[in-house]
């Protein structure tokens, strides 16, 4: 567990990961029910092989708020993706790539405790990871252009 969590260093970094596959997961078999929730989360601590402590149990909590206010607000967040997605179709984007975007896009949007540069960066890593480099530039060109449309208010609050 000691390397898990020196890999992600805080539970949101994980638990955006973790947030960005479950989207994956649902973008791929469509809605989901309650026992396929619980599968999901089972099967993604013993695949990380993660212990079920405080730091697993934050990172959940916090996919969790991610994951239902995504999907609260998809409309919305796709809508302000594809604004600046001039020659891809949200629906053309590969799935990763546009899931790891809407955590970015509904954290600078909704929670106003994360700068969106911070958002910006964790979602370039994720990409890194989980998608290509030129996943990281794409997303990266999307989410910087995300943060310079937030109202001045807005940005002067997150920066």
């Known amino acids: 567990m000691e390397d898990t969590k020196q890999k992600f260093q805080h539970f949101k970094r994980l638990g955006r990961e973790l947030a960005m596959q479950y989207l994956f997961n649902t973008d791929i078999k469509g809605p989901d029910s309650p026992g396929e929730y619980t599968l999901f ?9 993660l212990e079920d402590d405080r730091f697993f149990r934050k990172a959940r909590k916090y996919a969790e708020r991610l994951v239902i206010g995504i999907k609260e607000n998809v409309e919305e967040i796709d809508k302000i993706i594809s604004s600046f997605s001039e020659k891809w179709d949200i629906n053309r984007m590969a799935i990763v790539d546009r899931n790891i975007i809407r955590v970015a896009v509904y954290e600078m949007k909704f929670s106003p405790d994360i700068p969106p540069v911070v958002s910006i960066d964790e979602a370039v890593g994720i990409a ?6 030129k996943s990281g530039l794409f997303i990266n060109g999307i989410l910087n252009a995300v943060k310079d449309s937030l109202p001045p208010a807005e940005a002067a609050e997150k920066s």
């Open 41 to 49: 989360w089972e099967g993604i601590r013993e695949q990380l092989e």
């Open 128 to 133: 890194k990871e989980f998608s290509s480099e």
